[in-house]
């Protein structure tokens, strides 16, 4: 089984910076990438970033996009998500992942492996 540990998550005032992480343990060794999804109550799980684990393939859903950054370590096998100038609409649970396969980044379905989840409060 592969193990999935974040951090960085909290509460912060709108306008405000959060930095998640996530590392992931276990023998099986990251083959393609790792994302970000995050779910507000009563709302579907949704993309919001991912990135290759071999090439500089970055992408990012709409709402985040000039607002975060995500970067990797492959020696650490972590994934980290940079999210700044914080909107209340950010407030999530927020969820890694490793993906399982080279298609369908951009839903849930292409990956593998999740994370237990970190709560991301953003207030006004």
């Known amino acids: 089984q592969v193990h999935l540990v974040e951090s960085g998550g909290g509460s912060v005032q709108a306008g405000g910076s959060l930095r998640l992480s996530c590392t992931a343990s276990g023998r099986t060794s990251i083959r393609y990438a790792m994302g970000w999804f995050r779910q507000a109550p009563g709302k579907e799980r949704e993309f919001v970033a991912t990135?290759?684990?071999?090439?500089?393939?970055?992408y990012y859903a709409e709402p985040v996009k000039g607002r975060s950054t995500i970067s990797r370590d492959n020696a650490k096998k972590t994934v980290y998500l940079q999210m700044n100038s914080l909107k209340p609409e950010d407030t999530a649970v927020y969820y890694c992942?490793?993906?399982?396969?080279?298609?369908?980044?951009?839903?849930?379905?292409?990956?593998?492996?999740w994370g237990q989840g970190t709560q991301v409060t953003v207030s006004s």
């Open positions: 992942a490793v993906a399982g396969g080279t298609s369908r980044w951009f839903f849930p379905e292409g990956y593998e492996y």
């Open positions: 990135t290759s684990w071999n090439d500089d393939s970055k």
